[in-house]
């Protein structure tokens, strides 16, 4: 059984940084395109960084929004992928998803979905 548990949320001021990560379980990380998406309140489920499998490279890309402030990365050994956000700002603020499906990543497209973790940027 896949599962997906994300951690690593919480409130921080505006310029601040947070690492979430997403412990995954039942075998397929390796092979998994991975993706963090977030929802604020009202507003619909975005996608905000993919990283490709091992096999394909690692590859990242990212939401305009987020380039130069977020990293997505994954450490293979540990079936995790993290989630490094820089210089947050308070319209970061949103439940952060990580999720697992295939090319082309959308949001109709995943397989699994993690329980989100709250991440609030405000002073």
């Known amino acids: 059984q896949v599962q997906l548990v994300e951690s690593g949320g919480g409130v921080v001021q505006p310029g601040g940084s947070l690492r979430l990560s997403c412990l995954t379980s039942?075998?397929?990380?390796?092979?998994?395109?991975m993706a963090w998406y977030r929802q604020a309140p009202g507003k619909e489920r975005e996608l905000v960084a993919t990283?490709?499998?091992?096999?394909?490279?690692?590859?990242?890309d990212y939401a305009d929004s987020v380039k130069g402030r977020f990293t997505i990365s994954r450490d293979n050994a540990k079936n995790t992928v993290y989630l490094q956000m820089s210089s947050l700002k308070p319209e970061d603020t949103a439940v952060y998803y990580c999720?697992?499906?295939?090319?082309?990543?959308?949001?109709?497209?995943?397989?699994?979905w993690g329980q989100g973790t709250q991440v609030t940027v405000s002073s």
């Open positions: 999720s697992i499906g295939p090319p082309p990543i959308t949001v109709d497209g995943v397989d699994y």
């Open positions: 039942g075998g397929i990380f390796r092979i998994s395109h």
């Open positions: 990283i490709t499998p091992p096999g394909l490279g690692s590859k990242t």
